[in-house]
């Protein structure tokens, strides 16, 4: 089994930044591509940002490209997800996943597995 902690959640002013991180454990994740989505209340989630399980590629909502960067430290064990320029329409919990596709890695349902989120919260 997989579990997935999300950290680095805040309160922060608009066009501000914030770093998020996703430290998995039970099991190394250098196989699995990983994603961050996020949830606002009374929304659906939706995807953020995807990374191969290597590193090598990314993909990125259109609300966010430019914006944010997703990386990782295979060696740590961790997804990091950098936040820059903070709208306050950024503001939702934040979640990473493992994903056992790349193709699909933009939508939610097929994930296998999920952290229990992060406030993210950003004010205008």
């Known amino acids: 089994q997989v579990q997935l902690v999300e950290s680095g959640g805040g309160l922060v002013q608009a066009g501000g930044s914030l770093r998020l991180s996703c430290a998995a454990s039970?099991?190394?994740?250098?196989?699995?591509?990983m994603g961050w989505f996020r949830q606002a209340p009374g929304k659906e989630r939706e995807f953020v940002a995807a990374?191969?399980?290597?590193?090598?590629?990314?993909r990125y909502a259109d609300s966010v490209q430019g914006r944010f960067t997703i990386s990782r430290d295979n060696a740590k064990n961790t997804v990091y997800l950098q936040m820059n320029s903070l709208k306050p329409e950024d503001t939702a919990v934040y979640y990473c996943?493992?994903?056992?596709?790349?193709?699909?890695?933009?939508?939610?349902?097929?994930?296998?597995?999920w952290g229990q989120g992060t406030q993210v919260t950003v004010s205008s």
């Open positions: 990374i191969t399980g290597i590193g090598g590629s990314t």
């Open positions: 039970g099991r190394t994740v250098s196989s699995w591509h």
């Open positions: 996943g493992t994903s056992p596709s790349w193709r699909t890695v933009v939508s939610g349902p097929q994930y296998d597995y």
